[in-house]
């Protein structure tokens, strides 16, 4: 039987790396594509090769997809990884921030999707997972701009399924709660504004408050397993909530009056803070 590949965008850390780990466990063949190919730190399996590829310069997308094609013979499933938060006071953001967090996480997601889909339309057959977030479906304080991608990819995702279903082409958006990687720091980027105080003690509260949730939450190995279970899934079933915390808010965010939902939100995130 011909082993099954998957390519990988963002592979080199956290849900990207612990999902090639898994899969390559599981003995598929695994595509892990990165900015800089030369972190592949423990990713040496047999049955992994690391591919150089940014999701905002669509050469490298065409040319990483082609290659691991030819690699391996085939892509069954792409996993749309690569991403990370620009957090903060929105008024703080800088243009260029605005635009990257918008290009990583919402644009390279069209990159890669677009590149893929003549060797999925050919084949008749493929899929294609997208690791959004709660925070897709939820917001909280300070996550403004991250929550605008999010939301973004997630209303792309369930229109294109629609689209993509009639060709044998499978969309799955995974949904994590708190995940603990270094989305809470190293790739975190932070607005900042020093001609701007008037925030200062509200955004302290809010940012230590998430960076906890960050700390204490599990780590991406349970992502991982969900990608594995969304990849192996005959369904054509669009979302896959990840951790207790993740279906707990979006159960609560379904069943209760949006004006309690928000003073939960408040509660939890805004603890501490003083008016």
């Not at 695994?30 to 940014?54: F, H, Q, S, W």
């Not at 808010?249 to 004006?259: F, G, Q, W």
Request: positive net charge.
């Amino acid at each position: 039987m011909t082993k099954k590949t998957v390519l990988i965008t963002g592979a080199s850390s956290g849900i990207g790396k612990a999902t090639a780990l898994y899969f390559a466990e599981k003995g598929w063949n695994v595509a892990a594509t990165m900015r800089n190919p030369e972190k592949t730190e423990g990713l040496n399996a047999p049955n992994i090769r690391c591919y150089m590829l940014d999701v905002t310069d669509i050469t490298s997308i065409k040319n990483t997809i082609a290659l691991a094609i030819k690699d391996f013979g085939n892509i069954d499933v792409i996993v749309n990884n690569a991403g990370y938060g620009a957090v903060g006071i929105f008024e703080k953001a800088k243009d260029e921030q605005l635009q990257k967090q918008f290009d990583v996480n919402v644009f390279g997601v069209f990159n890669v999707i677009r590149e893929i889909l003549p060797h999925f339309r050919a084949k008749k057959s493929g899929t294609i997972i997208n690791v959004t977030s709660v925070g897709g479906r939820i917001t909280f304080p300070i996550y403004s701009v991250y929550h605008a991608t999010k939301w973004a990819v997630e209303g792309f995702a369930e229109s294109l399924h629609f689209e993509l279903k009639p060709l044998g082409i499978k969309v799955k958006n995974i949904e994590p709660g708190a995940i603990k990687t270094d989305f809470y720091s190293r790739s975190q980027d932070l607005f900042r504004d020093e001609r701007i105080k008037d925030y200062d003690d509200y955004e302290k509260i809010c940012l230590t408050n998430t960076q906890k949730a960050g700390k204490n939450a599990p780590g991406p190995l349970k992502v991982a397993k969900e990608i594995w279970k969304a990849a192996n899934s005959s369904s054509f079933r669009l979302r896959y909530p990840v951790g207790i915390d993740a279906k707990s808010v979006l159960l609560l965010r379904k069943t209760l009056p949006l004006s309690w939902f928000f003073g939960i939100v408040r509660m939890i995130v805004e603890k501490g803070y003083k008016k």
